[in-house]
């Protein structure tokens, strides 16, 4: 059951890396050039938003292979390790870098809703730093847990 249920996540981890390879080659382009024909006197806004956004997902790989190593862990019955705990140090810190990055090409999103006159698009812009923020909060909240069970067990196996 375990070794099913690590499949399907890894599976999902798999998945979810797609959509980002189809935001790098359509989407960010994209976003960069209206940038760049929104703000036409800072030439170098839409490279700007492509580092940013390029960086973005750059780290967002590094945590889905974090993720993906995790599962391994998971799978080889190493669940309660110090290596677990620092896959998942390095999973808070992409999401927290991507939220940060994100919250930095917020900007961009501010001129496409006066462009438009369409306010609500500043909140499909604050989505990504929301969603990236919650996991590093989650991701923080199980190491914190993690690191607490090794700690006991630790303690239990020198009773013993």
Known sequence: MKS????FLKTAVFV????????CLFLIPEVGRATADLLPTFKASKYVVWALLYASVIIYFIGLYQAFQLLRCIDQGKAFS?????KLQVIKRCAGTISILHLCVLPSFYLFAEFDDA?????????VPFASLVIAVFAALLQRLLQEAIEMKSENELTI
């Open 4 to 7: 099913v249920s690590t499949l």
């Open 16 to 23: 979810l890396s797609l959509p980002m390879v189809l935001f």
């Open 82 to 86: 110090v290596s677990s705990v620092r």
């Open 119 to 127: 306010p609500g698009v500043i909140f499909v812009g604050l989505i």
